[in-house]
């Protein structure tokens, strides 16, 4: 069955510091891989995406993330954070071969500490 | 260009009645899904057009949902004779291409049951 797992509910980080939220996935055949973030108040929006090519692959505000087909993780990343940065992080995987679903984690809610 | 829309923004509504959410996609945009959010929860697939073909009902709960898509332009999603557990923010997103394409998503119809 296709899934997503974000296994943290929730990740503080310090202004600055660097910051990761986890992401792990199971999908028949090649991933589709999104992350999605999603400010308070506010609908959902794309960050970035890995479809095929590079594993390292960058998106909007800084962000980026590192596909990892051994270990099936696609982990979004940022060099600095920034207080602007909390919000709600959602991963999602693409099933092709079943028929264009998307499934959704249930998101990590990241709180950049200043 | 205009994003996604979704009206109402809000709406409040007794036990049994039904209602009608609606969803305008982006222009040329071939794909459009509806999403169930509940407090706290992730993203739950209700149902999938893409272009003219058979909808994927799959992710509809039960036998009261059920939704319309115009071509490739505005869909609506019912749910009748509406319960408590009815209640939550309902998001629709539309995308470009059918695969490897990202979603768009629109600010959502806070969905609230009395």
């Known amino acids: 069955a296709q899934s997503v797992a974000q296994p943290e509910d929730q990740v503080n980080v310090a202004e600055g510091n660097p910051l990761t939220v986890k992401c792990t996935y199971s999908v028949s055949g090649n991933p589709y891989l999104f992350w999605y973030v999603q400010y308070p108040n506010r609908g959902l929006q794309f960050l970035l995406k890995y479809i095929t090519g590079d594993n390292l692959v960058k998106g909007s505000y800084g962000f980026e993330a590192e596909f990892n087909k051994s270990q099936t993780s696609f982990h979004l990343k940022k060099p600095s954070a920034l207080v602007s940065d909390s919000a709600l992080y959602f991963c999602a995987v693409r099933d092709i071969v079943g028929g264009n679903q998307f499934y959704f984690g249930t998101g990590t809610s990241l709180t950049v500490i200043p | 260009g205009a994003g996604v829309s979704q009206s109402p923004s809000n709406k409040v509504t007794e036990k049994g009645k039904d209602v009608e959410l609606r969803c305008d996609p982006i222009s040329g945009h071939t794909a459009l899904y509806w999403y169930r959010q509940s407090l706290g929860q992730g993203l739950e697939f209700l149902i999938y057009f893409q272009g003219n073909s058979a909808p994927d009902k799959s992710g509809l709960p039960s036998d009261r949902f059920s939704a319309e898509r115009t071509g490739e332009s505005v869909s609506t999603l019912t749910i009748q004779r509406t319960q408590q557990e009815d209640s939550a923010v309902y998001l629709c997103?539309?995308?470009?291409?059918?695969?490897?394409?990202?979603?768009?998503f629109g600010p959502g119809t806070r969905l609230t049951v009395t």
């Open positions: 997103a539309s995308s470009l291409e059918a695969s490897g394409g990202e979603q768009y």
